[in-house]
């Protein structure tokens, strides 16, 4: 109960699909080192009760087998890892509830306890399915294994990225054709799912990367879907790589909202001014010194590049409460105390569990070949954008994925009930996205919530609002007043407070 | 014998078909009681569950801007009118000082714990109180550069070995209390009926002057009674089958589903018990001198099984009551909604007392039908 | 044939029954007359094997109802006192029920149970349900049960009692019928005409014994009386429970 806000933090961490990931290729090693394959022996096509990481109930696991590669259905074949988190009174058998999970990389077992809080009226009648897309979770994972590297006092802007991949290339080459991990096959290995334990039809819920695969299964298999929700949109017609406009924005919002609060206008008057001052020192010379390991306790080394410091604010703006922290760290920093930094930075170490295999596969073929001139030229104007770009650039050429056709790009074009709900202060997703995911559907409503960041549906009452277009089966009720209902958290005032002492406040 | 028996039988079974009160018997327990647990359920489910949106009492919010909006997006709000629980919280004057100051500070829940149907928002409350506690305490280590998983020395992996259905083991056990007691109830008017009602009405002198022995007498009433038993039984399930479905479980965090499994298992169990319940109903009127005696004696042997069915339900010295008649079946079959393997030794040894206690009393009726003391109502 | 020797019956602090003997032979009507608390019933209850007896032997057709009660009982056709109907059967139901109680299969039940309403009359209300009848559709409908399967022996337990005219006239005929056809009839009362004139035979019977047997002029003779009323006051010793 102590660390619930620990444990949620991780949770929207997770749960949310990190781009983030991509900029931190050689950083997070040992955070990826750790996700282990599945510790459940199966037999094909059977089902059997398992256990989920923070769920305490028993649940429904099974998988199906799928050739890895469609058009070489005699070679290798890869199991295709499922659970169901079965219906308390299943009143629609013929139906499931699916959530895919984001990153690219993320396995959706594994959150199943973030899917089953956020969608439980859902599941009081349908069965909520989990699939681990292929190369996440238990569905021949694509991870790369690095070296141990001591994350606090290493330089990341110095490491070897083209290095490190051609070694995760070589070691997954035993296992995997990793040509054969995109999105589109994948969305074949939903429907394979979908046949083999008889759904008739499917609600999607797609988040992040996930409302890409949501998107292509509405695009292959119109006929198997019911209703579509896409939350955090990543429109076809959009590369990821122009994230870094959307992560810009973001942390100016950031500024923007604290120079609004009075409290945190008072506090820290030049926010800004702060960040760019520290940004711009790191960027010239890092900050060492010793400090504590903020785990272990034992006095250590710290290296704080500006690449660190700017990736922990981009990683605190995911989830609300981690948000609130952010003035006073940044604030704090300036004045030479990195002490909050450390400590955020310490909790992003934890909570990436990408399958960064997998990961390169879906970027490299799907979003850096879609990379036009113009947008280049956009994400070199932004330094998230520009950072990101420069790993990718050096990632994709040994990773040698095929570049989709063209008409990957297309906007989806289906009737098909679909709710879609962006954050405004997402640092990941903005609206924009969201209205041109929305270009060719006819039966959509597109939400955006004013106080949300990534992942409307695991914060505010965007769930409330799937489960309604799940039960009613159209989006002609849904209302988006409930997002709309101000639940703002407050910035942290110092490293204890949110709250202004009285008599600062009557000033 | 045979022939015999089956023609008394059949008569039997005539005449329970054409007496209104036993049809009504049936029919009143068989629809009413699915209906009326229905109903409790219902209610249950409601007094249970907290609202969605609670309303509470708020004093000086002003105080704790940001707790305040935290509990709003859980749905606890300050509200007034018709579904204000009663439920106050304080905050302290000194709140702000003593957060500033890295001191607990200190808010005041107000609000009595024993009243049943406000437990669960208290509950919530609390939770909300200690999830707003936690993530600050989480927020403030980390601004202090440290990982606020250090203050979770242990983490607790706890995998539920429950069921869906045994979530809802002791609602299943009244409701298959319910549906046990219809062998009780269904059979019993009739039971009265052609024992002591045949007394009453002089046919029984006429039946015993003919040339059947009082075995097969004995014998065609315990299988009538038993019919209109296990007719009463057959139909509070699949009364029940269908009422079930209706009541919103799923609300509770589990579901109750009388499956078609369940109504054969509780019918083959439920014979036994059946067959003993006849007797014993029929062995009572039997020494009862008139209809309305009968009724007043029943009503006292029902109050056995019931207490032993009772037990079972709140799960009472299991590892006695699985033996015994009422008891042991009604265990079999809760661990059959549990999804637990049933423990045959128990049952069997409990089906055999169930029916060594009716063979018992079949021969004491015999014996009392050739006593003069009995068939006269001496 | 029905046949008592010496059965002996005590019921709580009373001899029911002293050491009763007697004959009822076939083709005759046998009266058993007494006052109340005679014995009357308790002797008829004996010849059932409801009432064991404390002494003595009740014989059906020759067979000791103590030692084979079902083949005794199957000789034997009970009209009783209250005539305990079903009141939710109707009467071919519920005469065609005993007639198989009694033995006859189920074809022969039927068959035997339409003679028998069509014997008594009671086509009209035999396929009614019972509740409700008057007491002379009740009356037939019972005498019809006791008849249905042409036992030697019927045995009528207070047969008039409660019936108006009519339908007394209606059992007499029958009872008459029975005896042309060779049955054994028994029947007891404490009602003086209908003794006098029904039975061949008339046995008076008072605190459990046999006063006097014979036909009822030969009654009459023996107590040296012209009316059998007079001659059973003689022979019993009083006036005391006796209904003219």
Known sequence: MQLWMLKSARLMKVNKSQWAALLFIGLVQSALSVAAQANLTNTTGEQSSCYLKGLSEKVLCGMVTVPENPNKPNARNIDIHYAILPAIKNQHPSEAFVAIAGGPGQSAIDNAAGFNRTFSKIRETRDILLIDQRGTGRSNILNCEFDNIDALAFNDETVDNQKETQKCLSDLSKKADVTQYSSDIAVSDFEAVRKALGYQKFHLYGISYGSRMAQLYMRHYTQSLATVTLDGVVPMQQSVLAIGEAIDRSVELLFQDCRQSKACDQAFPELKRDYLTTSKRLHDQPYQGKVNDPSTGEPTHLLLTKSKFLGTIRMGLYSSNIRSLLPYAIHQANKGNYQSILGLYSITQSGLDLAMGMHASVVCGEDLPRLTPELKAKADASYFGRSLLQVIEQTCPVWNMPAVKASFSHAIDSAIPTLLLSGELDPATPPSWGHLAEEKLTHAKHFIAPYATHGVALQSCGNKLVAQLVNEGNVDKLDDKCLKKDLRRSFYLNASSVEPLPAKAKE | MMKLLNTLLKKELVDAIRDKRSVMAVMYYAIGSPLLMCGIFFMLINKFSSPSDLNITIKKSQNAPDLVRYLESRGITHGTGEDLKAITLTISHDFAKDMNQGKPATVTLIADNSEQKLKSSINRVQRALQGYSSEMASLRLIARGINPAVVQPIKVVMEDQATKQSKGSFIFGVAILSIIYAVFICGMNHAIDTSAGERERNSLTLLLSHPLSTRQIVLSKVLAVTTLAMTGLLLTLLVSKAAYTIVPWQELGFTINVSFEFVVLGCLLALPIAIMASTLQLFVSFFAKSFKEAQTYISFTLFVPMMLSIATSYDLAPDTLQWLPVSGQQQALMDFIKGKAIDMAPLMASNLITLLLSIGLILGMEKALKSEKTIFGL | ?244
């Open chain 3, 1 to 244: 044939m029905i046949e008592v020797k010496h059965l002996s019956k005590r019921i709580g602090d009373v001899q029911a029954l002293d050491d009763l003997s007697f004959k009822a032979l076939n083709g005759q009507i046998t009266g058993l007359l007494g006052p109340n608390g005679a014995g009357k019933t308790t002797c008829l209850r004996t010849l059932f094997g409801l009432l064991q007896p404390d002494d003595g032997v009740a014989e059906i057709d020759g067979i000791d109802v103590r030692k084979d009660p079902i083949a005794a009982k199957q000789q034997l056709g009970l009209f009783p006192d209250p005539f305990g109907l079903y009141e939710r059967l109707t009467p071919r139901e519920y005469i065609s029920y005993f007639a198989e109680l009694s033995g006859l299969s189920k074809a022969q039940a039927k068959d035997a149970t339409e003679r028998a309403i069509q014997m008594l009359k009671l086509d009209d209300i035999a396929d009614r349900r019972c509740k409700g009848f008057s007491q002379g559709q009740r009356m037939k409908t019972a005498l019809a049960q006791a008849i249905v399967h042409q036992p030697t022996n019927v045995i009528l337990d207070e047969p008039t009692r409660g019936l108006d005219v009519m339908s007394t006239r209606l059992l007499r005929s029958n009872l008459q019928q029975l005896k042309e056809q060779g049955h054994c009839v028994l029947f007891s009362s404490h009602v003086m005409q209908e003794v006098a004139a029904l039975c061949d035979q008339v046995i008076v019977m008072a605190k459990g014994k046999v006063v006097a047997v014979g036909s009822p002029e030969k009654l009459c003779e023996m107590a040296g009386e012209t009316s059998l009323e007079e001659a059973f006051i003689k022979l019993i010793g009083s006036d005391e429970g006796i209904a003219a």
